[in-house]
């Protein structure tokens, strides 16, 4: 199982109204001509660093061994921040040393990080606006040709994303919504594994969010059609859903909003 | 002309601002590593199995014969619903057993339905919220390699999608609103050549929705720049179109409106 | 540096909700098995000619040599227009005869342009409302599988497009908002080597637009996290911006708005 002739994944801010990725994928196209193309997402709000790490630590799993990935959400562009090329399990990153990296780093068993130093490997010219396309796409296609990572610069320690910390007082956990997804699911920083083991404790176990409360069940299904629900997401994480419906809308939730989850036997 | 080296087409209401459609995707080029992707929509709107049935229908006859299509809006997921594969048309569709395949298979001459029941082809683990990625992604792709159908499960009679009924009483004939595509322009259950066959009928033909009334035409571009019109769609489907303009914006319409083709014989 | 085994690049006002995308997709796969694709964008605005157009431009440059691009905003489908097939500096266009394909050709150094008139290469059955698929997409896999641009038609003077003027007086330059990007950000028509040679001279110069001056700078990061600032661009032009931020929602700034470039020694 390999990812055959070159696999590259984007993920980006960029939206896709506008040119932008098609000059980043042009340019890898240009020197990685068998290179085919996945976009994980190309609508991470603008600037949204948090959003971007999230999204792709939970795509990176999936992709195959030798995936090529681009991720550019990058307010720091034209500043000094380091571009970084990095090994997480066999797939490879390219992208800002500004933390849109560090969940996907955190969550690898094996990892190794350079800091991109050479512009031989990048675009003759380089733009102050546009490194996504003059430096980490001319990477990317170095690395999906079977390129050595270490010619790319030399070791670096990446900036780690921060996450809101889970408190546990009791039977109680205070955790967050870290995350809402395109069907309104709230995604939260609560490790279903950690904090509802498997066993009757979780039957009765509820899930809190602005004065709203739900209970914990096995599947979207099990609540009724307009119920307000507290599942394990495919991710592991705690994630507040509304079966048919959205949770974000029937409670106004935002990102970042407090959840508490109060077990009954702890 | 075949589908060169496996081409898979997606269909979802996944949205594409998260990780999902990557996450099927990843699956399914780990197990097919010379798969290309072709994606038709992610943006049905949440849990619409009829949209998804008719943007399946409407795409699949142009997409190459030995094209897989994974289509996933499942309401039903982590309930008892069965999960299907088949064969229409020298195509593979793969997706739960809710109507949302019915539409392109009642349109198929040889169709063949397999229910997946057998474990050995889907992912080691499978999660109760996510079949798209753990049985529909990983079935699709073993299709992709020249996989054999009769192998997935026994033969299955899939669930039809009910649309609704076109009633002809004399010159005047009722039908619905069944589609709004992205340009405005409302599409009927009416088909053109069943209710205007070729001739100096159509001609002086008249469509009507929310009393608003139009003449049917052979073109766009044969009406005003702001004219309300009727034309046969690309499907073979009356639509009612504005050129320049949305149908549906002008008319305040909704799916599910009522229609009424006047002719001026019968 | 090739395309490799045919690169195709999509440029529509298809929207991605809907099945045409994927028809004319699955029209090109059928008949060029091998072909790759890359979505430019389908959110050209409906029928938005000039959107459609500079973003071609746009994004030419950096797709590889041998790319195929279908670019189809197309309000006249149906009239009498003509469509065309052209070669750009080495990438092929294939289009509507109304000014889509203007800039890309402008920019071109060696260009050819045929308007298509022979039936042959097209679909069996032509409609009214889809050229794009039924005319345009076989003619590009005919062309990304290597047919000959000059067996498609006559050669051809395509229309051009026309922008607003530039127009200066002293060390005054006014010019026009010609685009929006997904940032916000304001891109107009001035270029900056046009406008803003290198030297002392740029440091001090001031773009305004609606009542609101911004300093020219050489990267966003110059300016405070919400200051309004102009940038040369990665196109070349000057453009408005705000870091951590958007342009367009300071100032309430649509496409055509006017700008004018204050330089302090002309």
């Not at 309104?184 to 009757?200: D, V």
């Not at 069940?217 to 592991?236: D, H, K, M, N, T």
């Amino acid at each position: 199982m390999t990812a055959g002739p070159g696999l590259v994944a984007l993920l980006t801010d960029f939206g896709t109204r506008d040119w932008y990725v098609a000059a980043v994928k042009g340019v890898i196209a240009s020197r990685a001509p068998r290179v085919r193309f996945v976009d994980i997402t190309h609508e991470i709000p603008p600037q949204d660093v948090v959003a971007g790490a999230f999204t792709l630590a939970a795509a990176l799993p999936w992709l195959p061994p030798g995936t090529v990935v681009v991720a550019v959400v990058d307010p720091g562009v034209g500043t000094g921040r380091a571009v970084l090329a990095a090994q997480a399990d066999g797939r490879f990153l390219v992208g800002p040393d500004n933390g849109l990296l560090g969940l996907a780093l955190a969550r690898a068993n094996r990892r190794r990080v350079v800091r991109l130093t050479k512009p031989r490997y990048w675009l003759p010219e380089i733009g102050r606006t546009f490194h996504g396309r003059d430096i980490m796409a001319p990477v990317a296609a170095y690395l999906a040709r079977g390129g050595a990572l270490r010619r790319l610069g030399p070791p670096h320690r990446a900036t780690p994303l921060a996450l809101p910390p889970v408190v546990q007082r009791g039977r109680i956990v205070a955790g967050r919504v870290i995350h809402i997804d395109a069907f309104g699911n709230l995604i939260t920083n609560l490790k279903a594994q950690r904090w509802l083991p498997a066993g009757s404790a979780a039957r009765s176990a509820r899930l809190a969010c602005r004065h709203r409360t739900a209970p914990v069940v096995s599947s979207y299904a099990e609540g009724g059609p307009r119920q307000l629900v507290a599942v394990a997401g495919a991710l592991g994480l705690m994630e507040l859903a509304v079966r048919n419906g959205s949770a974000a809308r029937l409670l106004g939730a935002r990102r970042g909003d407090a959840v508490t989850l109060r077990r009954t036997s702890s």
